[in-house]
């Protein structure tokens, strides 16, 4: 098999050939046929990520066949077409994952391959709708989006949802899921071909966040929305505290411009706001979200595909997020 492997952070992934994988007990190999590119794995290759441990192969998104059952394995899954859940371990609990949660490609060796090997507990069957590079787009910004809004942002179909940052890979499906659900969806963005993107998957509209005092002409425009969804973070927090609707509820998944400056904490208690984290999903989320998907018939919005072997170019270009929607790695 061949896998793209991180050997040092800063440094090209490196196009190797291993031997083939053998499923151990409980697990199955899955042939992939497309993986997808995260920020996280962008992190990594940056150094900006915990627990770092080269040789790893990167990626959390993939879509394949299941090529061979471990010991203790339904046979049933031998052949069949397959999305595999990333979040690993998760628990129990549906507040929070267990102490040994972790994300497939790191430290678990991940998608960026022509196979993986994973628990057979992260199986699930690839929707019949979509084709395999929209499958491999779906999982991790899939189950983060659908958390992020309905299980921790508790989003109803006659509610407002401003989600921020519209090009990102979970932003984008963020778009979609509150647009499916029927809420009145809007968007922030550095780029207004993005927002009109955005529009063109069924926003309301969309505000520049590089401008000052954006978050009052959409305050001007729809009110505060019930429900922020932001993965950003940093000095742009405050303006999020400032256009909430009394009583509403901002979601962070992230904080790609670090740590919000200021905290108005007079804001939070007197609009009594819920500032709530989400991260990943559970089993139960990872459900939930493709059901919603194969009930609304959604597919991923796919940015671009390129061929495994130019994963290093596509990850380089996240440095300045050119991309709307999701790059996809064609196996
Ligand atoms: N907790 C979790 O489970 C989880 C899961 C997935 C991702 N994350 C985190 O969430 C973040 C996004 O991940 P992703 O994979 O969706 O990344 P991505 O596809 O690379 O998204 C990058 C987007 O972030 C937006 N952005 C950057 N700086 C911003 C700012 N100051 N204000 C508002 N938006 C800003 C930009 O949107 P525009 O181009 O529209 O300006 C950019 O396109 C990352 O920090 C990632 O580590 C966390």
Redesign the pocket.
Known sequence: MKALVLNATHQPLALEERPALEAGPGEVIVELKAAAL???D??ITQGMYPGIKPPVVLGSDGAGIVSQCGEGVDRNWQDREVILNPSLEWGDSQAVQSQAFSILGLPRDGTFATAVSVPASQLFEKPAHLGWQEAAALP??GV?AYRALFTQGQLQSDQSVLI?????????FALQFAVAAGADAW?????SK?IERAMEFGARGGFD?TTDNWWKEMAKQAGGPDLII???G?D?YAALLSLAAPGGRIVN?????GPPGKLDLFKVFWKQLHLVG???GSPRDFAAMLSFVQEKQLAPVVDSVVPLAEANHALDS?RS?P??G?IVLEI
């Open positions: 995260n920020r996280r962008f992190w991790l910004g983060t921020t940052g519209v090009g990102g890979g979970v932003a984008t968007v922030t963005s550095s780029s993005k966040y932001d993965s950003a940093g742009g998944y992230g904080a790609t411009a989400s991260t990943m996240m997020s991309q709307f999701k």
